[in-house]
Every structure is written in C-alpha cells, then in structure tokens.
C-alpha cells in the first residue's frame, strides 16, 4: 500500500474539497471625529437659540436701572380687646336685690366689668322698688338693702308707714368728682355711687331731701335726717346738704376708700 506523506496529503484535501479557509471580516472602525470649530452649525432646518447677550452690555445698552419702589410697610392687624371677666353677685343669688346683669361699660377711664340693672331692694321681708332702674355695682346693690331696711323700720315705729318706693338720681355717669373739668373721676363714674333725692310713704306722702331738711317735722325733716345718719353706717361716704350747695337736693352714697386702710368714713 503506497503511503502519501502527510503535506502532501493535506493538500490533496484542501483541493478535492475545493473550499478554502475563509478569513474573517474584520469589523469597520468608527469614523473619526471632525475637528471642533468655534462655530456650532445647526442641522439643516433647524435653528438654535440666540446665545443669551452678555448682562454687563445689556445694562449698558437700556440704561441705567430705575430704583426699586420701596416695600409697602406690613399691615398691623388691630389688637385684640381685653376679654371681659364678669362675676355673679350674691346680693342677687340670693335675693337681696331685684337686678339683671348688663353687659360690661368701657368708656373712656370709665365703666363696669359686671354692671347691674337695679330695680328694688328687699327690706323687713317685702320687696321695695326703686322710682327708676339704675346701674350700679355689686357694691351698692349689696349695701343699699339694709340702709333701705333701717329707714323702712323707723318709719313703721314712728310714722306707722312704710316706704313705697325710693326716689333716686345720679347712679352711673362718667364725670369728675361735682361735674368738674379736672381733677379725679367720681364714684359715680364706676358705679360705685347712688344719689337718692327722697321717698315715696304708703300713706301718699313725698318727702324729698331738698324740701325735708330745712323744713319742718311735717315736711319730713325727721325722715331724711334718721336716713342720712343711718346711711353713714351702711356706707364709707355721705354727702347730704349740709356738706355743700351741690348736695343741698339729694343724699350722695358711695363705697369709696378713705384713711390709710380704707376703713374711715365720711358722713356730712
């Protein structure tokens, strides 16, 4: 057997076969990218933004800047008012007085937290009116009843009658002390004060303070005396007629501070 040496052989093959080792494509490398320009040229139908202008030139070009407005100074919103603390009265829990509660008084340095509408007092177990509402304070309202009392009880004894109603005046008003333009405020001011100008007797007599105290026994002079010296133990200050002219028709009666502990009184 003839033996064909092994190049000799492989070639053979490679002829018969009559196909070659291909070689393999080599991939296409990428382009090379162009040179930069200092100019950014556009694709074709496509325009690119204006390049913002230099901010140091456009000042230049408009012109100096106008001043800003100056800012409107913030709205202050009003203050909230002082709430108001109100206190039930006990002479009217417990029915020492006929009286309603008002709303509280502001005006100017004067008023009332707890005002009280005053219609009549409770005296020797009867109810007795006053000629007109006033409005006053806790104070008076608490205080008024037993002086009102000890005038109804006096009269009983010596009289034999009885107060119908008591005639009042000047109760709350924002005024200085005798209607002055100066000077300090009065009790009036803060409710703290009651003018009482006489009373009305069941036995249809009218005694008035101006009439009864220069007057006689029949005018009621005995009357408007015992009650403006029982008003001197129910109250800090008393001001009848014979303190001035101004108090020459009516009984003054406040609650007012005197001496050094507020435990004087004053009674003219």
Request: proline content about 11%.
């Amino acid at each position: 057997m003839l033996r064909i040496p092994a190049p000799i052989a492989l070639v053979l093959f490679l002829a018969l076969s009559g196909a070659a080792p291909a070689q393999e494509e080599r991939p296409p490398l990428p382009r090379e990218r162009p040179e930069p320009t200092t100019t950014t040229q556009a694709p074709a139908g496509l325009d690119l933004p204006r390049d913002r202008p230099d901010p140091m030139g456009a000042a230049q070009i408009a012109g100096p800047v106008a001043p800003a407005a100056p800012a409107e100074p913030p709205v202050e919103e009003p203050a909230a008012p002082p709430r108001d603390y109100q206190v039930a009265c006990p002479a009217v829990l417990n029915g020492e007085v006929t009286a309603s509660a008002l709303p509280p008084i502001h005006e100017n340095l004067c008023g009332l937290q707890s005002p009280l509408s005053l219609e009549a007092v409770s005296a020797n177990g009867r109810s007795v009116p006053l000629n007109a509402p006033v409005t006053t304070d806790c104070g008076m309202a608490t205080a008024l009843p037993g002086w009102v009392a000890d005038v109804d009880r006096w009269l009983m004894a010596t009289e034999d009658t009885r107060i119908e109603t008591v005639n009042v005046g000047t109760n709350y008003a924002c005024r200085n002390v005798n209607n002055a333009k100066g000077g300090n405020l009065s009790f009036h001011a803060f409710g703290d004060a009651l003018d009482v100008i006489g009373f009305s007797l069941e036995d249809g007599r009218t005694i008035t303070v101006e009439a009864a105290w220069p007057g006689t026994v029949e005018q009621g002079s005995r009357i408007i005396r015992f009650a403006h010296d029982a008003a001197c133990t129910h109250f800090t200050t008393v001001l009848g007629p014979e303190a001035n002219e101004l108090h020459r028709d009516h009984l003054h009666l406040d609650l007012g501070c005197h001496g050094q502990r507020c435990t004087a009184r004053l009674c003219e």
